[in-house]
């Protein structure tokens, strides 16, 4: 207990080191600019306290639950050497994670409001959620046979920008967004752990090189996923349009 106290405290610690550049970039635009307290300074004061406290806590809780968990589920599926469990697995974590996402739950949230409804916030996480299930699984046979990711990145780029040509212009920022919220709090440790988990336990594999890339890598598919969606939905509404 005490050894976990301790490594709270210094996880709270290295929270309010993170915070510090936002509250003086704050401090310092109102003093210098507006040259007055900003109107409830007490209760930002305890929000950051509060936010330093969470971050400390969510880390102690990735320490003690989620990265060993990752590894474990990774090494003892990898010495039964079934790839499509693997996969399976890969798929399942990478759909779970994202869809729990609180981060992608807001801008689907936002997309439902600002749309009025023309886009439903539910379909919107299943369909990324969908996507990166895909790429873990695909990540996984990619550290599975030990192909470099930077070709895998490549060919994910030269899609994101093809499609992006395609889409519709209003739904592109909201492809992008869509993208960069599902590497966030929750998918980023599981996704992380699976990767080194998987790359500790496959003969050859180095986890620094084979274990990470597969958050950026998760990163780049819901973005094309999403403009698919998109120019597949437009398609169907304008064959509509002409049939009636």
């Known amino acids: 207990m005490a050894e976990q106290l301790r490594d709270f405290a210094h996880a709270f610690l290295h929270a309010l080191r993170n915070l510090m550049p936002i509250i003086v970039v704050v401090v310092a635009f109102q003093a210098l600019l507006f040259r007055e307290w900003p109107d409830g300074g007490l209760s930002i004061a305890i929000g950051l306290l509060i ?5 400390a806590l969510f880390l102690q809780g990735l320490e003690l639950s989620i990265f060993p968990v990752g590894k474990r589920l990774a090494n003892q599926f990898a010495r039964r050497g079934s790839m499509p469990l693997l996969m399976a697995f890969g798929f399942a974590i990478g ?13 689907a949230e936002q997309a439902y409001e600002i749309s009025e409804g023309r886009i439903d916030a ?20 990619r550290v599975i046979l030990g192909h470099p990711i930077h070709w895998y990145m490549i060919v994910g780029y030269i899609l994101v920008v093809a499609v992006t040509f395609f889409a519709p212009e209003e739904i592109v920022g ?7 919220v599902t590497t966030n709090i929750v998918t980023v440790p599981l996704i992380a752990a699976l990767g ?9 594999r180095n986890p620094l090189i084979d274990g990470f ?14 403009m698919s969606y998109a120019i597949l939905m437009e398609r169907v509404a304008h064959w509509r349009e002409r049939q009636s």
């Open 51 to 55: 936010v330093a406290i969470g971050v």
């Open 95 to 107: 759909f779970s994670a994202v869809v729990a996402e609180p981060a992608l739950i807001a801008v």
């Open 122 to 141: 539910l379909t919107l996480r299943l369909i990324v959620a969908t996507s990166v299930g895909l790429v873990m699984a695909l990540g996984v046979l």
């Open 174 to 180: 909201l492809a992008y967004d869509s993208g960069g």
């Open 196 to 204: 080194i988990g998987l790359a500790s336990s496959i003969r050859g």
């Open 213 to 226: 890339g597969l958050i950026a890598f998760a990163s780049i598919f819901p973005i094309v996923t999403v």
